[in-house]
C-alpha cells in the first residue's frame, strides 16, 4: 500500500525535474551557473521586466523561468516564458523578431544572431541573451548550441501555425498574430493579419460557427450601408472609414476578410481567394 501511494509522488517529482532541465548551462562548454533561478508570474513580471512586461501579458503570459550562467567575465541570461497557447508563444516571437534577419528551424520558429538567440516551441517562448566582455564578439554557436539544446527539452509543437499558409502569398509583406482588436475592430478579439503592398487581410478562429456568425452579424452592424456579398457561409462588403474598402465574411468557426483596399468590390474578390484557403 505504502509503495502505492510513493509511486505517483515520484513520478511527479521526476515530470517536474524533467521539466525544469531547459534550465541548464551546459549546452556549452565552459558555462556554469550564476546566482539563483528566475520564476516570475504576471502579478510581479514588472519586477524583471519593468517597461516590457506588457508586451508579455497582452500574448497570455502564463509564468517565466529563467537562469544565469557565466563564462569567464561574460554572462548568459536564459529566459523560458509560458504563454496561453503556441499561436501566443509564436506571436511574441515573431512580434520580438527581427524583421531584417531569416527564421531558422528551431521549434516553431527562431533567430540566431552573434550574441543573442530566440524561438518558440509549444507554448513557450525562449530567449537567450549575451552579455560579453568584448562588443563584437561572435558567439553565434553557442547561442545555437543553447538553443537547440533547450529547444530538444521542451514539448509541443514544432511547425509554425497553419494560419500563415492561409494568405494568399502574392503581394504578402507580412503575417502577425494581433493578440486584441484586430484591425482596431474590438469585436475581432485575437487574430492574424497579413499586410500586402496593398491592403491588409485577417483571419479570427472563433469557438465555433455559431459563436463567429454572432461576431460577423456584430460587425455587420457596425459599418453603415453594408451590403451582401457572396463570399464563405456569409459576407458583407462596405466602404468605411479609416478601412476603406472592405470585405469581412465566415467560413465555419473563422470570420475573415480583407480591409484597406480602394474599393469594396476589389475586398470581396481578394476575400473569396482566401475563404478558399481556409479549412
Known sequence: MKAAVLLPAILLAAGMAGAQDYLNCHFAPGWEPSGAKRDYVSDNLYDYKDGGAEGYLIFG????????????????????????????????????????????????????????????RGSYYVEIVEVASEPNRDDSATMRAFATGIEARIEGRDTAPEALQWFPQEGLASVRLVPESVLGLKQLQRGYVATYAQGQAFTVQEASPQAAAETLKSLRERFDGAAPAAVGDEAFQAQAKYLDGVCIFRKGRYVAGYANLPASRQAVALAAKLAARLP
Not at 544565469?68 to 515573431?94: H, K, P, R, W
Open 61 to 120: 503570459f502564463v509564468r517565466m523561468q529563467g537562469i544565469t550562467c557565466a563564462s569567464g567575465e561574460n554572462t548568459l541570461d536564459i529566459d523560458v516564458s509560458q504563454m496561453a497557447d503556441a499561436d501566443a508563444a509564436y506571436g511574441i516571437f515573431a512580434a520580438n523578431r527581427d524583421p531584417r534577419l531569416p527564421v531558422v528551424r528551431i521549434g516553431m520558429g527562431g533567430q540566431v544572431q552573434p550574441q543573442s538567440a530566440s524561438f518558440a
